[in-house]
């Protein structure tokens, strides 16, 4: 069993930056590739972006290529997402994804289906 914690949402305004941390439980999260999702009111949940189980490999929304950044760090059992540039449209509940069922890294990591536990999320908000 894997828990996921994410933490480091909140309010702040457009053109600002947050950085979002997910602690893992369990000792094989370091062959998890991880992911980040959100979810906006009225709308489906939506990829943001995903990193392979050595960091190696990133992929991101076409939205957010050149805004957020994805990282790791295995020695801490987290992910991170810095989210720079924020527009109002990046308004979601984000939560922190992990496919426990593989090492593998493609097309699919952007897929929610794949992941196998899934944090609380945590509320960003921008406001304009």
């Known amino acids: 069993q894997v828990q996921l914690v994410e933490s480091g949402g909140g309010l702040v305004q457009a053109g600002d930056s947050l950085r979002l941390s997910c602690v893992a439980s369990g000792r094989t999260f370091t062959t998890y590739p991880m992911g980040w999702f959100r979810q906006a009111p009225g709308r489906e949940r939506e990829f943001v972006a995903a990193?392979?189980?050595?960091?190696?490999?990133?992929a991101y929304a076409d939205s957010e290529k050149g805004r957020f950044t994805i990282s790791r760090d295995n020695a801490k059992n987290t992910v991170y997402l810095q989210m720079n540039s924020l527009k109002p449209e990046d308004t979601a509940v984000y939560y922190c994804?992990?496919?426990?069922?593989?090492?593998?890294?493609?097309?699919?990591?952007?897929?929610?289906?794949?992941?196998?536990?899934w944090g609380q999320g945590t509320q960003v908000t921008v406001s304009s």
């Open positions: 990193i392979s189980w050595s960091g190696g490999s990133t």
């Open positions: 994804a992990a496919r426990a069922g593989t090492t593998s890294w493609g097309p699919d990591s952007e897929d929610d289906h794949e992941y196998d536990y």
